[in-house]
């Protein structure tokens, strides 16, 4: 939604027929403000007479027919009083000679918007658009030469006489005209002010309406499940991973703690570099670094543990929501140390789910494949590892790979976030993590064949058995024992559509050993269905 300013909403007030005219002439008149939109300020006339700037009256010399506000002589010469030779100098006539004479001043003729006066407020300059303010060479149409009286400090429209026309508003129209420019001006700090001068100047009948600020709550108190209450509760289960390797190579990602004992859960990609004889230290939030090892790695989860060599007591395990349970739409939360910047918590939301990603060195041999959670949370080289939380600050996932801008595919580009991150949903990741601190290695389900890893298509073909090779379909194994053959077209796994080899295989990596699933595929045009169970790989092969 956009807001338009309409302009100003008050306008001008109407141009009176006649400007009334005092009860006394003043001994002198205001200098016209120079500046454009600054008030007239009083100062003293010119030591001689002077001819006026702006739109003068010929004074009479005797009483115009048809009451005091008939029209002046023809032939009278605005800005020279009747009887004079044009062009010379006059001296305005006194109030006694103005009485002696028996006649009235005459009312003006009303200036254009666009004279060419001296008068403050646009009498004279520029302000208002030029002219006299409001239309009239007196400030609101008095006859006082106050707040822009059209001259250049000599008095206008001849000698004023006591008695004709209304008399002048109260002085306390222009403190009204001050105290609404001051307001304006100064906006929320003259509140109180503002309300303490209108009781003030309204009789003084009613107390000030001055009103106070309401003041802010002592203990500022978050709850558990904002952004805030949960990254309080989580950063001290976070930690910053320095992996050093004994060739220089190295770098920084993130882990959160997975146990008491000291398990710390973060990708491969994290630690790698310092898998084999190299250094890994695991930072606190409060800053404390401890000495780490890594305790196992799988490359195809993306998945490794370490242990912190002299674990501190205390630690608090972040807790492990059901990854199964997620729905397009859920918050998120993501802590890490994006570009070495540690405990750094971004938001957003899940977008997608079940999205297959490869990430690795793109050979092929060091892919990593998973069936990813999607977040628009902002994530950034350094947030590898870290912890992806819903709402309670319960783990979702492991933020894991980026789609970059730069990158022109998935991975691990050292271009910034365009809100496509990917997490290891945590009910893989607490698998693989289980058989890792159990046995050190790995074990990956599989059906037995082999699949093209190109991207893209109708589904995932099983290859084509090549000459001296290893078979397509390994004799005796889940997919041989289903009936698959080279050449076969995978479309679909379970409910899932699959469109190509690592969509089926973060599939697959989905189950466990021993589960079984159903595969519907395509064989010279006809689709068939068949159930598999799923067997297993220990190891990296």
């Known amino acids: 939604m956009s807001t338009e300013n309409e302009g100003n909403e008050g306008k001008a007030p109407a141009v009176p027929s006649a400007p009334p005219v005092p009860e006394t002439a003043p001994d002198t008149a205001p200098h016209a403000a120079a500046s454009e939109g600054t008030p007239a300020s009083e100062g003293t006339p010119p030591s001689g007479p002077s001819r006026p700037q702006g739109t003068g009256h010929q004074a009479t010399g005797s009483a115009p027919e048809g009451g005091p506000y008939a029209a002046p002589p023809a032939g009278a010469v605005a800005g020279e009083p009747l009887g004079a030779p044009a062009g010379d100098p006059v001296q305005a006539p006194t109030v006694s000679q103005a009485a002696a004479a028996g006649w009235p001043p005459p009312p003006p003729v009303q200036p254009p918007y666009g004279g060419t006066g001296d008068a403050a407020y646009g009498g004279g300059g520029q302000a208002y658009g030029g002219g006299q303010a409001y239309g009239a060479g007196q400030a609101y149409g008095a006859g006082a030469p106050e707040y822009g009286g059209g001259g250049q400090g000599t008095a206008v429209w001849g000698a004023p006489v006591p008695g004709h026309g209304p008399k002048p508003p109260p002085r306390r129209s222009a403190g009204l005209i001050t105290a609404v420019l001051v307001a304006a001006l100064v906006a929320g700090g003259v509140g109180g002010g503002v309300g303490y001068w209108a009781a003030e100047n309204n009789g003084g009948s009613i107390g000030s309406t001055t009103v106070s600020a309401g003041e802010a709550p002592k203990d500022l108190k978050r709850d558990a499940g904002t952004v805030a209450g949960v990254a309080a509760k989580s950063l001290p289960s976070v930690v910053t991973i320095e992996a050093q390797g004994s060739n220089g190579e190295g770098g920084t990602g993130t882990g959160f703690v997975y146990d008491k004992e000291g398990h710390i859960l973060t990708n491969n990609h994290v630690v790698a570099s310092a898998a084999n004889g190299g250094d890994l230290t695991a930072t606190f939030s409060d800053g404390k670094k401890h000495a780490a090892e890594v305790v196992g790695r799988a490359e195809g989860y993306d998945v490794a543990v370490i242990k912190l060599k002299k674990a501190p007591s205390g630690l608090v395990p972040l807790p492990l929501a059901n990854s ?183 599939q697959i990596w989905t189950h466990k050993p021993g589960d079984k699933v159903t595969i519907t595929y395509k064989r010279d045009g006809k689709e068939s269905t068949v159930d598999v169970i799923l067997g297993e790989r220990k190891g990296e092969s």
């Open 324 to 506: 199964d349970q997620v729905a397009v739409g859920d918050p998120t939360i993501a802590i890490g140390a994006p570009f070495g910047l540690s405990n750094t918590v971004t938001t957003g939301i899940i977008s997608a789910k079940n999205r297959p990603v490869a990430s690795g060195d793109g050979s092929g041999s060091n892919n990593s494949y998973m069936s990813a959670l999607q977040t628009d949370a902002s994530i950034n080289p350094g947030n590898s590892g870290g912890p992806l939380l819903d709402s309670r600050g319960a783990v979702i996932g492991i933020n894991s790979a980026i789609q970059s801008a730069g990158s022109g595919g998935l991975g691990q580009s050292q271009a910034g976030s365009i809100g496509l991150g990917f997490a290891i949903p945590i009910n893989q990741a607490k698998n693989v993590a289980e058989q890792l601190i159990k046995t050190g290695q790995p074990v990956y389900p599989l059906i037995g064949a082999t699949v093209s890893v190109a991207e893209g298509g109708d589904g995932a073909m099983i290859s084509p058995q090549s000459e001296g090779g290893p078979p397509a379909v390994t004799p005796d194994g889940p997919a041989a024992k289903a009936g698959l053959k080279a050449g076969d077209v995978i479309t679909k796994f379970n409910d899932t559509p699959i469109d190509s080899g690592p969509t089926l295989i973060g």
